[in-house]
């Protein structure tokens, strides 16, 4: 019972625990509220970002620009038409609910002499919507605005001045507006079958201006090797338009309608190569980030409008803003205090650092308490007493986790935080699996100095392992926390380095206090703490060794296990050799049948 408790890591969830609380407490500095505290790991380990232009590339000032005719004029009739077919009223722009409507209020006041009599609602599948006014001359008419491509398929004929009026304005990054009209013989209501034969009236502008520090905010979640994808219900153009002048590179263009045409198959056969999704419904974003999520990669998505809930959802991380809606926020895992890239950045890189030091305590404490363990069972077998009782046990044990309760604490290195990080079962097994042996190999020679050298029985023999093994296997955490030299090319952190020390120290000076007799230590010789010493440097030397062996010489490689951790020649054979030796053992030992 004394060995099963002492093999599991029973820390990893007090480890956890304090990693992600004090990484909540950091990121609330950086601007970033956490509503789950697991999601915090999951936002270190985004692989691909998407994201809504507005506010995160763009400003998120919409701005009016201007109204023109078809020809590109300018057009006081096209802009009263604008005016007239709007959400609120130029005494609340913003209480309209649509920016773009917001923006155009804020240019003008819809004429007071023409009566509205009906409204149809914009929504994200018409992409438009209409509103029926009498005019002062008792006339009425429909008056039509939305996507430009909604409204030149209700068009009765589209003329190629007026194409080509659009493709330049979608040129220049400006978010178009199409007005079109109708004569009204109806009665009082219209419906939206109504919304067709349409004659075209013009265009209307708007500009969003690309944010100051965009392109940094890119390149920084580029070097965090981080995809970001833009999903947006803007024009393809003015996306693609937009991503060129922050010199994002965005791949392929797939467009809402040729998203709806798509199977499954053959949308995540597009979704490695596409960077830019247009012209997307509600539905067709969590449809995205499904696909996405199917082919392995961890996806984090960022809204913060009430249609975005679902995809927030869907993601494997869901952020959303402080100012954004109620439901964007309650259905999202992170918030931010800033719609900015660069604040997202930030937070992903404090997610990496709560992996990376919890991935230090998994792989230091499989492997020593594996060789703690396998030294404890074998050295059982030989000897004609306990080569530690379970008390003595389950205190080195507590004494060992004490001092490590201070990695969440832990300084990171910085190709530790390059990429994302993945749960790797397979190799926390290979590393406890070779490390733990190396050092069971020092247990038996503390085994044999004690038994042989002191000839020492029961307390005595005890007392060494103890100090022993609590030691070696505390000690380790300089050599494992880094891939480079410790304390030489990475300095580990002060609380970590006092924890483990005095935790070592403690049991060194226990056998020499009152309080022996009660765990069962007897006082060791100084000549066991000599070679005790040396034995300690030789075994992490022999770690560091292992290390280059392990992980492979490339200077740069990161600790942290990765989704497509390539091993080193070395481990390869090893592996071949156990395979062979497994085999080999297995034909000889065990029923055939068994």
């Known amino acids: 019972m004394a060995i099963a408790v002492g093999l599991t890591p029973q820390l990893l969830p007090a480890i956890v625990t304090v990693s992600l609380a004090s990484g909540a407490r950091n990121l609330a500095r950086k601007q970033v509220v956490v509503k789950r505290l697991i999601s915090i790991e999951d936002l270190g380990n985004i692989e691909i970002l998407f994201t809504d232009k507005t506010g995160t590339l763009t400003e998120g000032r919409i701005s009016f620009q201007a109204a023109m005719d078809v020809a590109g004029g300018q057009s006081d009739e096209v802009f009263k038409l604008g005016l007239l077919c709007s959400a609120g009223d130029s005494s609340d722009p913003a209480g309209s609910g649509n920016a773009l409507d917001a923006a155009l209020l804020d240019a003008g006041t819809p004429p007071a002499d023409y009566r509205r009599i009906d409204h149809l609602a914009f929504d994200h599948e018409r992409r438009l919507m209409s509103t029926l006014v009498e005019t002062p001359g008792g006339q009425r008419l429909l008056i039509t605005k939305g996507a430009p491509e909604s409204v030149l398929e209700r068009c009765r004929s589209t003329s190629a001045a007026a194409q080509a009026t659009l493709d330049r304005e979608f040129a220049t990054g400006a978010r178009v507006v199409a ?75 797939l467009t809402g309608p040729e998203l709806d045409k798509l199977s499954e198959q053959e949308l995540n056969a597009r979704l490695p190569r596409t960077g830019i999704f247009a012209r997307v419904s509600p539905e067709q974003k969590s ?113 060992y986790d004490t001092g490590e309760m201070t990695i969440p604490t832990d300084r990171v290195d910085a190709e530790l935080l390059e990429r994302p990080a993945q749960w790797d079962i397979r190799l926390i097994r290979r590393f406890m699996i070779f490390f733990g042996p190396i050092s069971s190999i020092f247990d038996f020679i503390t085994f044999a100095i004690m038994y042989f050298g002191f000839h020492a029985r029961g307390g005595l023999f005890q007392t060494a392992w103890f100090t022993e093994s609590l030691a070696t296997q505390s000690l380790v955490i300089f050599a494992i926390r880094t891939r480079r030299v410790p304390f030489f090319r990475s300095r580990p952190g002060v609380a970590l380095t006092a924890g483990t020390i005095g935790s070592v120290a403690v049991g060194l000076v226990l056998p020499y206090t009152p309080l022996a007799r009660l765990f069962g230590f007897a006082p060791l010789p100084f000549a066991f703490l000599a070679i005790l010493g040396i034995m300690v440097v030789v075994y992490l030397a022999l770690v560091e060794l292992g290390k280059s062996f392990f992980f492979g010489r490339a200077p740069r490689e990161p600790l942290m296990p990765i989704a497509k951790w390539e091993h080193p020649p070395m481990l390869q054979k090893i592996e071949r050799v156990a395979s062979r030796w497994s085999v080999r053992y297995g034909r000889r030992h065990h029923d055939p049948g068994g």
């Open 179 to 253: 007005v079109a009209t109708k004569d009204w013989q109806g009665g009082g209501t219209c419906s939206l079958d109504d919304e067709r034969d349409l004659e075209l009236a013009g265009f209307i502008t708007f500009l969003d201006a690309p944010k100051a520090g965009a392109a940094e905010s890119l390149e920084q979640l580029k070097r965090l090797q981080i995809e970001v994808k833009i999903v947006t219900g803007d024009n393809p153009v003015v996306a693609q338009t937009l991503c060129r002048s922050l010199r994002l590179d965005y791949g392929e263009t």
């Open 287 to 399: 449809r995205i980030i499904t696909a996405q999520r199917s082919l392995g990669k961890d996806v984090g998505f960022l809204g913060d409008g009430v249609n975005d809930a679902v995809a927030l959802r869907d993601a494997d991380v869901g952020i959303s803003v402080d100012t954004g809606s109620e439901v964007a926020k309650d259905a999202a895992d992170i918030v931010m205090l800033g719609k900015d890239l660069g604040i997202l950045a930030g937070g992903v890189l404090e997610g990496r650092r709560i992996f990376s030091n919890t991935m230090k305590y998994v792989l230091m404490g499989t492997s020593s308490n594996f060789g703690n363990m396998f030294s404890a069972a074998g050295g059982s077998l030989v000897l004609n007493f306990l080569p530690m009782t379970p008390t003595q046990i389950l205190l080195n044990n507590l004494l």
